[in-house]
Every structure is written in C-alpha cells, then in structure tokens.
C-alpha cells in the first residue's frame, strides 16, 4: 500500500445513532497514526500524512511485531497515572527525534488501533464492511503483546452510553459510532462521534504569521462568525503548521472584527472551548 493514505474520518453529532447496524468504540485522547508494516521496517504516518516515525519510535520498535504487509489505523496516546495525557502526547508531537527519545523512555506511547487496511494475507481489505475488517484486525493481534492493542467496540448501545458517562477521567473523550456495512473510505465521514461538551470543532480558515509558525487561527465559529483564537502554544503553532504548510496560501482576508489574516486552502479542524466562542478571541485546545 502506498503512503501516505487518507485517512476515515467522523463528523461530529449531538447524540449517538441507534438501531441494529451501528457500533460504538471509545475515542482515545491522542493523536492518529497510520502503521505500515512492511519487509523491512515500520513507518508511521500522521492524519495529515507526514511521516512521524522518529517521533513515535517506540511504537515503531513495537510494529515490527506485526507480520509484514499489515497496515493499521489508531491513535498514538500516552498513559499518566491512569489518564490518557493529551498534553504529553502534543509535547511528544512537538519535540525533535532527540528529544522525542527521551521523552518515550519516561512515558512510553501505546497505540489502540481500532481498524486494519490491509491484511498480510489478504491485501486490502478497504473496500470490506466494517465488521469484517474487525475481526480480521482480532485475529491479527491475538498474539501481539502491549502496547498494540484492539480497542474494544460494542453493538450495545447501553454499554457505548455507560463508556461515554463513566470514562471521561480516564481520558477517554467520547465514542465513536460506524455502520457495520460500511467500508473504510478515506476524507469520508460515514462515522460520527459524540464528545463531551467542554469544547467544539471549528474548521480553520486562515492563520496570523507564518504558516510555519502561526501565531493565531482564524476559524469559523458555529454562528458564521471569523474570529481568531487566542495566541498559539509552541504544541499547537507546531501542529497547526503541518497543516498549513502542506496547503496552498490564500489571499489576504479580514475577521468579522476587522482583524487582517491569511486565508488557508488547509481542510484543517481545531477544537476550541465552547465556553470561548462567544467571544472575540477564542480559546483553541487542539488541532483535529
């Protein structure tokens, strides 16, 4: 399989779907990374398709457990004290390799996959149902010790409802819910997730500074408003900028406050605080 790929992704809903067909996974607190296994080594690809191999090492080090010609899709998160730590995770993220080494041997990275697109022996497997691809994933990481791990699911919308009130202290975020018919079709979003309230996605539509080091976004709020987000932690800047470098600038444009930014051809998601969005400047926590 060639790299990079595009990734499947969710649209945001305000409640979980019901009725026979659906299944529900938690959604980890951390960052996507797809896995390639191949002959001889194993390369991990961000969301946005760089390649974070030198970041996530240690997950790297761990694939080579995989049979070669397995390709997974999960999250590469980080364990503190029984809570997944967003903010390690983007502390890792932001690091150089150096660093990043350093990091992994205090806090060692695990990675919940929670889909394979292609099987070592049955090539890809994509275009497959979800249910499909499910237990093919099983069967593959029966014998795989941690830190690969299936993420559990569940067609019980009793048990997804539980996992989204019960687990947010463990840092689970929300849960995600896929038809079982469904394919994995990249930059689609068949799948839907519910999060917890605190915060809400916005897409970006622009950025102050240097796309490789933005010193703000402009995004567009829930209410149709352009505003800019508070300035940009080192973490975010540094996320931020694997996005908007990787697209083509725009043209000079302005916030519905008059504040002057550079418009972005990125498709790029931040999560802000909702708390926040009624303000001139708001708050972002994370880039999707």
Known sequence: MERPVLVALSRPVARLPRGPGWWYE??????????????????????????VTATWHDLAEAGRRLPPGTVLDGE???????????????????????????LAAALPAAY???DILQHPTAGDVRPRPYLDRRRLLLDLLAGVPPPIQAVPATDDIDVATTWYETLQAQGIEGVVAKPARSPYRGASRSWQKIRHAETVDVPVVGHTGAAARPRHLAVRLPDGRIALTQRLTGALAAAAAEHLTAAAPGPRARTTAGEPYTATTAETVVEVLSGTTRHAVVSATRIR
């Open 26 to 51: 938690p959604k980890f607190d951390g960052h996507r990374v797809v896995m390639f296994r191949d002959e001889e080594a194993v390369r991990l690809q961000s969301r946005s398709g760089r390649d």
């Open 112 to 114: 919940p996959a929670w």
């Open 76 to 102: 590469a998160v980080i364990w503190v004290d029984g809570r997944c730590d967003f903010h390690a995770v983007q502390s890792r993220a932001a690091s150089s390799p150096a660093r990043a080494r350093r």
